[in-house]
């Protein structure tokens, strides 16, 4: 089974408008941390926001929030007032227990258009 | 801001050669780790390294893959004898306990990546 789910491959979003990027999960450890980060078209890895399994509010960071709905195992980031420059591809991924390792999903590629 | 350099940014390489990515960690980060995303796939774990040691690997780390940190400030990852299907962005990364976000998140700050191009 997957550990990391993005069904969507591609979304599209109008400028100034908010949008919510899917990511569900699957881990039997009851403590891990999830991720996002933000891939754009030049490559590098950026981090976006950071959810813990025991943190009991929803993180945010500035026009991202992440809802984190543990009963279902899901952690969409949602991004307000898209800008031209949040065009990229987009990963969730966590990390279980006290590994060290990321373990990501596909990712979906947002377009954000005028 | 600190960052996590990454050199070459692009190899091309023959099949057979063997390959050395470098990486500078941001300087107080304790854990580092390479990652590889052949094109249009998702991220993988290669392998993570801490107190001079490897902590974890990935089954895709065999023993053509070797990691070093020769001094205070490079990491660098080994490809004995290059592969095709060693084709690949390869991203070095580092972290601190509790370096951002929340406390004991441990995020990891990616490298710009360098890209391997085995002939």
Redesign the interface.
Known sequence: AQKITQTQPGMFVQEKEAVTLDCTYDTSDPSYGLFWYKQPSSGEMIFLIYQGSYDQQNATEGRYSLNFQKARKSANLVISASQLGDSAMYFCAMREGITDKLIFGTGTRLQVFP | EPEVTQTPSHQVTQMGQEVILRCVPISNHL?F?W?RQILG?????LV?F?NNEI??K?EIFDDQFSVERPDGSNFTLKIRSTKLEDSA?Y?C?SSGPGV???S??????????S?LTVL
Request: overall charge positive; cysteine-free.
């Open positions: 854990y780790y990652y796939q998702k991220v993988e774990f993570s801490y902590s974890e990935s962005m991203f990364a951002a976000g929340r004991g998140a441990n995020v990891l700050t990616f490298g710009a990546g890209r």
